[in-house]
């Protein structure tokens, strides 16, 4: 008999992550290449809605402008615990976007680990973290991280996870107004592949850098002039791009400061401050 279910309906965040380091180690045969990245999420978030349906079909009542339904992450997320677990039960599910697209924060990533670790609670699945990071690495390669939960030194593509701790961390984030597709950063001939592996998870601060930086800035130039109003308002240590761009952050060791460099910010530029978490707000959900 199909248990009684707990929640007919849920509203629930999707946390954006930081890269604070990005180095390219390497590219495997099939064309993916290896990373290591110190990644920390933030309280900054999409919601997501799931609300229970009487029949078995995943819709979506709203979502990000110009993304379609079928090639939407959270969408896809849901269609793939059923098929993997032959849960005969449907949602409808609402994307609200508050984390920018094509910015490198890894929003769509996050909405789909939402999804899984949602559905997990709302079906009542009682998968655990592990069923649902594998799960979760068959819809990309940042999903892992958001069902993880924790800051973590990623090594591999980005699924090989291991837990750091991250000491209280604001950050600035400055959000260039435009998409930068993955794809082409990653593609860039001049982009170096071999950075030097960590010998341990134990990093200073401002340790590293951003590998994908200079190839991000000279296609874009609004990334370059971002970079460079941070720098003047914050110090150059502690700023660089995150993930595969566009938005570039400073970190503080408290609010205060972070909203100060957010205010000095030239006008017309935009931004927020965001707090690195601990942990992600469904730790619980797994």
């Known amino acids: 008999m199909t248990p009684p279910l707990e929640h007919?309906?849920?509203?629930?965040?999707?946390?954006?992550?930081?890269?604070?380091?990005?180095?390219v180690t390497g590219r495997?045969?099939?064309?993916?290449?290896?990373?290591?990245?110190?990644v920390v999420p933030i309280d900054r978030a999409d919601l997501i809605t799931l609300s229970l349906r009487d029949d078995d079909a995943v819709t979506r009542t709203h979502g990000a402008a110009g993304v379609a339904t079928d090639d939407d992450l959270a969408v896809l997320a849901a269609r793939l615990v059923q098929r993997?677990?032959?849960?005969?039960r449907g949602v409808a599910i609402g994307v609200d976007k508050r984390v920018p697209m094509g910015?490198?924060?890894?929003?769509?990533?996050?909405?789909?680990?939402?999804?899984?670790?949602?559905?997990?609670?709302?079906?009542?699945?009682?998968?655990?973290?592990?069923?649902?990071?594998?799960?979760?690495?068959?819809?990309?390669?940042d999903v892992p991280f958001f069902v993880f939960g924790e800051?973590?030194?990623?090594?591999?593509?980005?699924?090989?996870?291991?837990?750091?701790?991250?000491?209280?961390?604001?950050?600035?984030?400055?959000?260039?107004?435009?998409?930068?597709?993955?794809?082409?950063?990653?593609?860039?001939?001049?982009?170096?592949?071999?950075?030097?592996?960590?010998?341990?998870?134990v990093f200073s601060e401002g340790y590293g850098r951003n590998d994908?930086?200079?190839?991000?800035?000279?296609?874009?130039?609004?990334?370059a002039?971002?970079?460079?109003?941070?720098?003047?308002?914050?110090?150059?240590?502690?700023?660089?791009?995150?993930?595969?761009?566009?938005?570039?952050?400073?970190a503080f060791a408290n609010e205060q400061a972070a909203q100060q460099a957010l205010s000095r910010l030239p006008r017309g530029m935009t931004g927020f401050v965001a707090r690195a978490l601990d942990r992600h707000p469904l730790w619980s959900f797994a």
């Open 151 to 201: 800051p973590a030194f990623a090594r591999g593509v980005g699924e090989r996870l291991e837990a750091c701790s991250v000491p209280a961390t604001w950050f600035t984030v400055v959000a260039p107004p435009i998409h930068v597709p993955t794809s082409e950063i990653f593609a860039a001939t001049e982009l170096t592949r071999d950075s030097e592996s960590a010998k341990m998870p």
């Open 212 to 223: 994908l930086q200079a190839v991000a800035v000279a296609r874009f130039q609004e990334i």
């Open 84 to 88: 993997e677990f032959g849960v005969a």
């Open 103 to 141: 910015a490198g924060l890894g929003g769509g990533s996050s909405d789909a680990a939402t999804v899984l670790l949602g559905l997990n609670r709302m079906w009542r699945l009682g998968l655990s973290r592990a069923t649902l990071m594998n799960l979760a690495l068959k819809l990309g390669a």
């Open 28 to 38: 495997r045969p099939d064309g993916y290449h290896t990373l290591e990245s110190l």
């Open 8 to 23: 007919t309906a849920l509203t629930l965040p999707a946390p954006a992550k930081l890269n604070l380091f990005l180095h």
């Open 225 to 250: 002039d971002a970079l460079e109003a941070l720098r003047r308002v914050a110090s150059e240590a502690g700023t660089r791009m995150t993930g595969s761009g566009a938005c570039v952050l400073a």
